[in-house]
């Protein structure tokens, strides 16, 4: 056997089969490429979900995390630390907010954020006691906790693993009239992605965000917005609320917040809505530890000088621009997307999304699918246009088998 079905076949024997990874195993990997146990290199056109905005092993975050190895990584939230307080300010200032709270992986920051609204509602908007109702999209992805997969609509993430939370309403996603008929006033937040990354990059339509700010605050009802994917540069703006001019009464962030190379994760409010917890009522010994804040402190200043967020804006357009020609050819039936982000929708008879996934893998690219024949696209910001305009020259030579 290669040392690849090696590896493969030694991680299978006492791994839980929770994933269903590519037959690639990375051995390194910097910018925008990996190269595996063989010595081959692959274009990383997934960039971990979007926690890999910055690139593998971005110098400037890798010399922060160094820095911080050399002095403290844990104290726990039993004490206070050097990192925190600047990491709260500038979290904040970035967001346009007063207050953070720092957590670990995005699924803490979504049952973070519902914790907040729950008790935001019963102490402040004055719901009873147990009847707070919050308000989700069909098709949502948010995490794998039992709390959340008690209101997604993707069978494979909740089948199985009841009884469900109760205190969620779906709606349809881009529905602004269904939205509006299920808030009621025991509703407390209504949770959204600006753009939902797992359904497929689906784009709300034009004015949907703006109606859904309108509504919640007319309606006193926090509007969530879950960036944990959309959010830090990827769609050309630091958020994807931006492209709307909206601003959500509660950021939920993860993912690049921790360059790639720790897991950081925050819900980011003003003072009235997470001003709601007391001592006891909420924690984490790794949330805000001083060396995910010095990670996280670089990538907020690298997001400052809007740099990655113009990359993300002119070779959005230009991969937008190339894959849109690929549209009515008789192998892609539609592209969506946003900024270096595209759910591009392969016809069937092209074969499944995983096949073109391989397929691609085969020359060299690593791109993730979803929902049956889509695939999706989602580069480090840092890809150079040369090595963007390989990438799809690669799909086109798979589209054209």
């Known amino acids: 056997?290669?040392?690849?079905?090696?590896?493969?076949?030694?991680?299978?024997?006492?791994?839980?089969?929770?994933?269903?990874p590519l037959p690639v195993v990375v051995a390194t990997a910097e910018g925008a490429w990996v190269t595996d146990v063989e010595g081959r290199r692959y274009l990383d056109m997934l960039a971990g979900y979007s926690a890999l905005n910055f690139g593998h092993r971005n110098p400037r975050?890798?010399?922060?995390?160094?820095?911080?190895?050399?002095?403290?990584?844990?104290?726990?939230r039993a004490f206070h630390h050097d990192r925190f307080a600047e990491f709260c300010t500038r979290l904040a200032e970035l967001c346009g907010k007063e207050a953070v709270l720092p957590m670990n992986t995005g699924a803490e920051a979504v049952e973070t954020a519902v914790k907040t609204a729950r008790k935001w509602g019963y102490e402040v908007k004055g719901v009873p006691d147990g009847h707070a109702k919050i308000v989700v999209a069909a098709n949502n992805f948010h995490g794998r906790t039992t709390t959340i997969v008690s209101f997604s609509t993707?069978?494979?993430?909740?089948?199985?693993?009841?009884?469900?939370?109760?205190?969620?309403?779906?709606?349809?996603?881009?529905?602004?009239?269904?939205?509006?008929?299920?808030?009621?006033?025991?509703?407390?937040?209504?949770l959204m992605e600006p753009i939902q990354g797992e359904a497929g990059v689906?784009?709300?339509?034009?004015?949907?965000?703006?109606?859904?700010?309108?509504?919640?605050?007319?309606?006193?009802?926090?509007?969530?917005?879950?960036?944990?994917?959309?959010g830090l540069g990827r769609t050309g703006r630091t958020f994807a609320c931006e492209h709307e001019g909206v601003v959500p009464d509660v950021y939920i962030l993860g993912k690049a917040l921790g360059g790639g190379v720790v897991p950081v994760s925050a819900v980011v409010a003003d003072r009235d809505v997470l001003g709601v917890f007391r001592p006891g009522e909420h924690g984490s010994t790794f949330g805000g530890n001083p060396?995910?804040?010095?990670?996280?402190?670089?990538?907020?200043?690298?997001?400052?000088?809007?740099?990655?967020?113009?990359?993300?804006?002119?070779?959005?357009?230009h991969l937008h621009a190339e894959l849109g020609l690929l549209v009515g050819g008789g192998a892609v039936e539609s592209v969506r997307g946003r900024g270096l982000w595209a759910g591009v929708d392969i016809v069937p008879e092209k074969g499944t999304g995983r096949e073109i996934s391989e397929r691609l893998m085969e020359r060299g690219v690593l791109v993730k699918d979803t929902h049956g024949s889509t695939i999706r696209?989602?580069?480090?910001?840092?890809?150079?246009?040369?090595d963007l305009d390989w990438g799809l020259e690669q799909l086109r030579g798979v589209l054209a088998e």
């Not at 975050?61 to 726990?76: K, M, N």
């Not at 602004?176 to 407390?188: C, F, G, K, M, R």
């Not at 060396?291 to 357009?317: D, F, P, S, W």
């Open 61 to 76: 975050l890798l010399e922060a995390a160094r820095a911080q190895l050399e002095r403290v990584t844990l104290t726990s």
């Open 202 to 230: 689906l784009v709300p339509p034009a004015g949907y965000l703006r109606g859904v700010r309108e509504l919640t605050a007319r309606r006193n009802v926090l509007f969530m917005a879950d960036e944990i994917q959309s």
């Open 1 to 20: 056997m290669s040392r690849t079905q090696d590896e493969i076949t030694a991680a299978d024997a006492h791994s839980a089969h929770n994933y269903h």
């Open 154 to 190: 993707d069978h494979e993430a909740r089948d199985h693993f009841g009884p469900y939370t109760p205190g969620f309403e779906i709606v349809p996603y881009g529905d602004l009239t269904a939205l509006e008929a299920a808030v009621t006033e025991n509703t407390v937040a209504v």
């Open 377 to 386: 696209i989602a580069p480090p910001l840092v890809i150079g246009k040369e």
């Open 291 to 317: 060396l995910a804040c010095a990670v996280a402190l670089e990538v907020i200043a690298m997001l400052r000088t809007g740099e990655y967020q113009q990359r993300a804006t002119e070779l959005g357009e």
